[in-house]
């Protein structure tokens, strides 16, 4: 069997076995210190690192710093399960998606949330529903706040909560967006990650002029870094200064084989390569957030 083989069966192995365990009920961490954080990690352009960042970014906060976090997918591909498959324990009761559907004022997205092996992270499952599930949301009466609501008792039970966006500005984006206190953009240092930039920061200050208020940009995050690149790197890192003055993050992410090798394993980039520049990278992330979020 080719190697590419065996990582398919191993994958589709893991998930029969995950989808084999009962359904775990949501435990709440044991010491409830109130009112979460919630970052939204959000990109217009797909490929620049966006989950990856998310995931790393969640576990970072709970292993190295001591937070009990909630990771939220709200991208209907999943693959924040998939990153971290080897590190869930058993299955949520529901799914994001059936939890935002909910009729009347019950919304609460704790149903949708499953335990991990990692200590003081919890996440939401993989949910293909959720494509469907906007258009759906699209007919409901104040559609924009349904995760807000939904997040109200999970912010209680939770020091910190990183929601992992769609690719896109959809509906379910413009829920991160109003449900979070800050918004981490990663941007790879290309022209196209760029504009991407440029419109969901266009997007935010609109939901500032509609719903008076938006989430604080906590900052642009250089991702997939090719250190090797150094006109392009300095040209992009330019015309950030210029348009951005002040928002990029001090830390990069490089490009690291320890971050896609990471996630065929289902592990976080910590378990799987703790001695890489991905974990170096990514715990370096963690500190600047938390410095500037929970300190």
């Known amino acids: 069997m080719s190697i590419v083989g065996a990582v398919v069966q191993g994958f589709g192995q893991q998930l029969q076995q995950h989808l084999r365990q009962s359904l775990t009920p949501f435990a709440a961490p044991a010491q409830q210190t109130g009112r979460a954080r919630v970052i939204a990690v959000a ?14 970014l969640a576990v970072a906060l709970s292993q190295e710093h001591g937070l009990s976090t909630l990771l939220i997918d709200l991208d209907n591909q999943g693959h924040v399960a998939s990153s971290l498959r080897a590190h869930i324990k058993g299955t949520a009761v529901q799914t994001v998606s059936a939890a935002l559907l909910t009729p009347g004022t019950d919304l ?41 609501r939904g997040l109200r008792a999970c912010r209680q039970q939770f020091d910190a909560i990183v929601l992992d966006c769609p690719p896109n500005l959809g509906l379910l984006t413009l829920n991160a967006l109003l449900a979070a206190d800050h918004v981490l953009v990663p941007c790879d240092l290309s022209v196209l990650a760029l504009e991407g930039v440029d ?14 208020r938006a989430p604080q940009i906590l900052g642009l995050l250089h991702t997939r870094v090719d250190k090797r690149n150094h006109k392009q790197n300095a040209a992009i890192r330019r015309a950030v ?8 993050m001090e830390t990069e992410i490089a490009v690291n084989t320890s971050l896609p090798n990471a ?27 938390h410095s500037k979020v929970f300190v």
């Open 43 to 56: 990109a217009q352009k797909g490929g620049v690192g966006k989950t990856t960042t998310a995931v790393n």
């Open 263 to 289: 996630q065929l394993s289902g592990k976080s980039v910590f378990a799987a390569a703790p001695d890489s520049t991905g974990a170096r990278d990514y715990a370096a992330l963690a500190a600047e957030v």
């Open 241 to 248: 200064a210029q348009r951005y003055a002040g928002l990029a």
């Open 199 to 212: 419109d969901l920061m266009n997007t935010i200050g609109q939901l500032e002029m509609t719903f008076g």
């Open 108 to 148: 609460d997205l704790r149903a949708a949330v499953v335990a991990t092996n990692l200590d003081r992270l919890w996440l939401t499952g993989a949910d293909k529903q959720l494509g469907a599930a906007e258009a759906q949301l699209a007919t409901r009466l104040g559609r924009e706040m349904l995760l807000t």
